[in-house]
């Protein structure tokens, strides 16, 4: 079974400028999840999608973050303008709908680097 | 709101040491917990869960047991190894919902 694709998987920008992260999750995988995790601490949620909904944006900064997933399978987070601060992996993760597991699976991550 | 305490690092152990990492939760209802470990460079990787009360879950040598009394899921190994070395965090979830990290726990194994 396939993983979770992330791309790219690093990427160095000026602050201001804009970038773009693609996620495709596990086949089959309706809630599809973005995380945040800066050096040195744990991810933090940033948009959780169930299908091509969103269940929970509340710790996005919508004036500089987006997301979308248009068709409910992949999805595209971009940053813009972005800052130093941003500076961070961006995980990607995906689970299935049903079960009482719960398992999430991440994404190999794509890095950030605003300088 | 739910959230995960674990203990601070670095741990730093020889090969073959007993291993604890302390982590409690707060919650309401009944959460599954997890261990997630992230080696150099990679993305983060289910290391084992418990789903209830009084499960073990266990995974490559490492143990957690979901202590409801004392909101705990401490992970334990027996004795580890230098390829044991990566950031372990300790998370949360209630059904339909994002997991919650705590802020991880980096152990170094030398030999």
């Known amino acids: 079974e396939a993983g979770v694709a992330q791309s790219p998987r690093y990427k160095i920008i000026e602050k201001r400028q804009s970038v773009a992260f693609w996620c ?5 995988h309706a809630t599809l999840y973005w995380y945040q995790q800066i050096l040195g601490q744990g991810p933090k949620l940033l948009i959780q999608f169930q299908n091509n909904g969103v269940v929970d944006d509340s710790q996005l900064p919508k004036d500089r973050f987006s997301a979308e997933r248009l068709k409910g399978v992949d999805s595209t987070l971009k940053i813009q303008p972005a800052k130093l601060e941003d500076s961070a ?12 597991e719960n398992t999430i699976y ?10 | 709101g739910n959230s995960v305490t674990q203990m601070e690092g670095p741990v730093t152990l020889s090969e073959e040491a007993f291993l604890t990492i302390n982590c409690t939760y707060t919650a309401t209802g009944y959460p599954s917990l997890f261990w997630y470990v992230q080696y150099p460079g990679e993305g983060l990787q289910l290391l ?12 490559k040598g490492f143990e957690a047991t979901y202590r409801k009394e004392t909101t705990s899921f401490h992970l334990e ?11 372990y965090f300790c998370a ?3 059904a339909g919902t994002a997991l919650i990290f705590g ?4 152990l170094s ?3």
């Open chain 1, 24 to 28: 495709n999750p596990i086949s089959g």
């Open chain 1, 89 to 100: 992996v961006y995980l990607c993760a995906s689970s299935p709908i049903r079960g009482v």
């Open chain 1, 106 to 115: 991440f994404g190999e991550g794509s890095w950030l680097t605003v300088v």
């Open chain 2, 48 to 59: 084992l869960k418990a789903t209830k009360a009084d499960d073990k879950g266990s995974n």
């Open chain 2, 77 to 87: 190994k027996g004795s580890v190894q230098v390829s044991d070395s990566a950031v």
């Open chain 2, 92 to 94: 949360l979830n209630q």
């Open chain 2, 103 to 106: 802020k991880g726990t980096t």
């Open chain 2, 109 to 111: 194994v030398s030999s």
